[in-house]
């Protein structure tokens, strides 16, 4: 993660009129915390602009489900339910880019190799019931359950 003060993406309401509250991103090189100029990357695979931008569209293309979720606290690295399903969504993305590193909750920890695959994930009972509980709720999560060849990818094992 980087040092920078307000350097993470999030999603934030600037105006309370607005159906979908903006996503923020300010990428910034890490070891000066000044701005990225155009081409320049995060060195944190943890926290690349494009994985950061997936997770925090995430939060941005359902407003209505945010709050709901939040409430729900998981007790572990993901914080909550929320955060556990933009973070299962992130490391979908960066399964079918191919990345071998995914993250292992809302913070710096990474997935131990035996989850980072949907079988494994979903062996994990803690985990599966999650899955199936937003599958069952969320139409994004419909939605990507549809999508099959994906290494880790558990919302496809969830119908």
Sequence with gaps: MSKCFADEAHVSRTNPDDKVPPVKVNPRDPSTCKPLKAGGAETDPQNELDTSLVHEMTHGVRPKSVPLWKK????????????????????????????????????????????????GFMKDSTLRARIQKLHKAEPLAQRLGRLKGIKFNPFALAA
């Design 72 to 119: 729900i606290q998981t007790g572990d690295p993901w914080e909550d339910f929320e955060e556990f399903f933009a973070t299962t969504v992130e490391n979908i993305y960066k399964s079918e880019r191919g990345d071998l590193v995914l993250r292992g909750g809302h913070d710096a920890s990474i997935l131990s190799h035996d989850l980072a695959t949907s079988e």
